[in-house]
């Protein structure tokens, strides 16, 4: 049986630069005496001498194992899944290389998963910039996973079931019963420095489809340390489109909660056929603006609504075959709960 306790899984692609900080925030975590935990810092075929820098700051202040894998397979998803097999604890506590946890981090999150319905945590990251951001930024600013997304301390989301995938937390076991099973997954996450989306999405997601419960906590605190280059209208034009073409493999698990939850309607049933979406998404693209050519500025908002239904049609269209399928696969996976 596996032991109790928290394994934090840190995916690293060139990550030199920054890795250092993270993991100095870890090794001021506090309150910790009596929950075993560790830190596994999966190195995904980085260039530069991410691995070497890891270990250097971790020996000035082993308080914990820190265990650096090499996973040669780019891409966060199989980074993340390395991580995740290797875990010897039944929390998994997902950090970028960029987080700098409070000195509860640990503490909190083994509290919160006492509550044996809860399978996946989200928080909220308060951002730490390089370079002052620019004036769109604070009204884009979750899409770089910082600020608050729900209100309250502590509160159920199981309905919305999304969290940023920074600072996430979830059960092993969940991924233990799914890889065992050779689920593949709808979504994949960053390939090196792209910025295709929706593998957190798809966490929370499988989560719920098993049976648990999502929770967010605003009381439980990161700081996302972001460089100025991060922070940039073509960066976030890009996610935009990775978030548009996420969503083609987000619906088919939320239609199938609506059905589940009794909330099944005619319009939820039409939404399994891709055509339908696809349709719809461009009718309802043309009304909201219909002169795609009439601008405010460089940073009209419009701009990321049609980039992000763009991409949902142009995916749906390719792999109309897979979303069609998709209901299949979903359906043949048990609940756990």
């Given amino acids: 049986m596996m032991s109790e306790g928290v394994s934090v899984i840190i995916a690293c692609y060139n990550s030199e630069k920054v890795i250092s900080k993270t993991l100095e925030y870890l090794q001021a975590q506090k309150n910790y005496d009596n929950i075993p935990w560790e830190v596994i810092l999966v190195d995904n075929n980085s260039t530069d001498k991410t691995s070497a820098v890891a270990k250097a700051i971790w020996d000035k202040n082993p308080i914990v194992p820190l265990r650096i894998l090499l996973e040669t397979k ?3 998803a199989n980074a993340r899944r390395t991580g995740i097999i290797a875990a010897q604890y ?27 319905e809860i399978g996946l945590l989200g928080c909220a990251g308060e951002g730490v910039y390089e370079e002052t951001p620019p004036e769109w930024f604070e009204d884009n600013k979750n ?12 509160v159920d989301i199981t309905e919305w079931a999304f969290v940023p995938g920074a600072g996430l937390s979830v059960r092993k076991l969940i991924y233990d019963y799914l890889f065992e099973n050779n689920w593949k997954p709808l979504l994949e996450g960053r390939v090196g420095n792209t910025q295709s989306a929706g593998a957190d ?3 929370c997601l499988i989560t719920r489809h098993l049976g ?7 009381d439980l605190h990161f700081k996302h340390f972001t460089a100025k280059n991060r922070i940039t209208w073509e960066r976030l034009k890009n996610m ?5 073409e996420s969503d083609v493999f987000t619906l088919p698990y939320k239609i199938l909660y609506y059905d589940r939850c009794c909330k099944s309607s005619i319009f939820n049933s039409f939404r399994r056929f891709w055509w339908f979406n696809y349709f719809a998404k461009k009718v309802a693209l043309f009304i ?10 460089k940073y009209d908002p ?13 995916r749906i269209w390719k792999e109309r075959k897979k979303f069609e399928s998709s209901f299949e696969i979903l359906d043949q996976i048990k609940r756990l709960k």
């Fill in 74 to 76: 780019v891409g966060e």
């Fill in 90 to 116: 039944g929390i998994l506590s997902i950090v970028d290389d960029d987080n700098w946890v409070a000195e509860d981090w640990i503490y909190k999150i083994d509290k919160y998963f006492q509550n044996p």
């Fill in 143 to 154: 899409a770089f996973a910082i600020g608050s997304l729900y209100e309250g301390d502590f």
């Fill in 201 to 203: 999405s798809e966490m």
């Fill in 212 to 218: 648990y419960k999502i929770f967010y906590s605003n």
């Fill in 240 to 244: 935009t489109q990775g978030f548009g």
């Fill in 288 to 297: 909201k603006d219909p002169l795609p050519f009439i601008r405010k500025g």
């Fill in 302 to 314: 419009k701009i990321l609504i049609r980039i992000r239904n763009k991409a949902f049609t142009n």
